[in-house]
């Protein structure tokens, strides 16, 4: 079966900037695309996230399906597609226009298979994945349908052939040090606010961190001052601190909070700020729902890769109920304008994700 509508329908998507907190227009989108498929039970809810229900038999517990649909390019990021025998090339088209379209796509091919589905199953197009958006509107999700669910399937547009069934736990601080400030000459010598968060990120880069399990430390941001002939009297950086154990990371947290703390001295303040916190979690590989996912990519002949990952499942598996990422296609350059995905695998990634439903729902 042709897969033309699907990605026609991802390139409209793409074509609606999405930013983490700025998705309005993309959900309003995705809301008139559901009702136009006759779905029941379409809804905005108060998070931001766009619903709807393909019905199946009541008594079940339902599936829960889910693509977030915001990107990380700003506004006026320049949304433009280049195409390729093997590639389409295009800002989001793969993190995650596609994942948002294959929603639409599964439905397609649920209809043709069976007339009456074992279970509910709801389509969710959600917001604040990326960035800071710090997985709002997946917790809106899960808060709302908890753990009376057959699991949770997250799709990504540019994961195929990997299974995510742990979640990276993920702490952001926002560090901010202040000091009187002053002019570069007739007050040199006075703190300057650069400086001392300079020397603590001098600090943060000589902590040993744990390779197993992998723990990572980033200061993704630096910003402050006036002038280049002003004593900064504020700055700022962002750091983001993960691991793939909770354990080690609260370890790296207490050694970073330590440092923040005694950076502060007469004339420095220096605080923080929580402004992400993504909580780990997993579910055993041996699960019925990862057994379900590993043995569909195996039909279409691919070798599935057990993996982790800081998505919209870390919230689920924080919970311990059932979910796992799975993707549409191939790609790379995410995150970046330069973003594509390649079109071969499509027709592959479709099929496992369609036989994997059936089997979690039979």
Request: proline share 5%; net charge negative; glycine share 10%.
């Amino acid at each position: 079966m042709s897969t033309d509508s699907m990605l026609e329908l991802a390139l409209k998507i793409q074509q609606i900037p999405s930013p983490t907190f700025g998705e309005a227009q993309r959900a309003e989108f995705v809301r008139s695309c559901f009702a136009d498929e006759t779905l029941e039970d379409v809804q905005l809810d108060s998070a931001g996230n766009v619903l709807a229900r393909l019905p199946g038999k009541a008594s079940g517990k339902p599936l829960i399906i889910s693509a977030h649909l915001d990107t990380v390019f700003p506004l006026d990021t320049p949304l433009t597609i280049q195409r390729s025998a093997e590639k389409i090339a295009a800002p989001g088209l793969g993190d995650n226009s596609l994942g948002v379209a294959a929603l639409f796509e599964i439905v397609w091919r649920l209809r043709e298979v069976r007339t009456t589905l074992p279970c509910d199953i709801w389509l969710i197009g959600n917001v604040c994945e990326e960035g800071l958006g710090d997985l709002r509107g997946m917790r809106a999700v899960v808060d709302r349908f908890g753990g009376d669910v057959r699991g949770y399937l997250i799709l990504e547009g540019m994961a195929f052939g990997h299974v995510y069934h742990r979640g990276t736990g993920v702490r952001r601080f926002r560090v901010t040090a202040r000091t009187a400030g002053g002019h570069s000459w007739s007050d040199y010598g006075k703190p300057s606010a650069i400086h001392e968060l300079a020397g603590l990120v001098t600090q943060l880069s000589a902590l040993k961190l744990s390779k197993t399990p992998r723990t990572t430390l980033n200061v993704g941001k630096f910003t402050g001052g006036t002038s280049i002939n002003t004593v900064a009297s504020e700055a700022q950086l962002e750091l983001d601190m993960r691991s793939e154990d909770e354990a080690a990371l609260q370890d790296l947290i207490g050694q970073v909070e330590r440092l923040i703390s005694a950076a502060n001295k007469p004339e420095v303040n220096i605080e923080k700020e929580v402004i992400g916190d993504r909580p780990a979690g997993s579910i055993k590989a041996d699960h019925p729902f990862i057994r379900a996912a590993l043995n569909s990519l195996q039909k279409v002949e691919v070798d599935p890769i057990l993996t982790i990952g800081s998505t919209d499942a870390n919230v689920p598996f924080s919970r311990n109920y059932p979910a796992v990422v799975l993707g549409v296609t191939t790609g790379g350059g995410a995150h970046t304008v330069h973003e594509y995905i390649d079109l071969p695998p499509i027709d592959k990634g479709i099929k496992y994700l369609v036989d994997f439903i059936l089997q979690v729902t039979r």
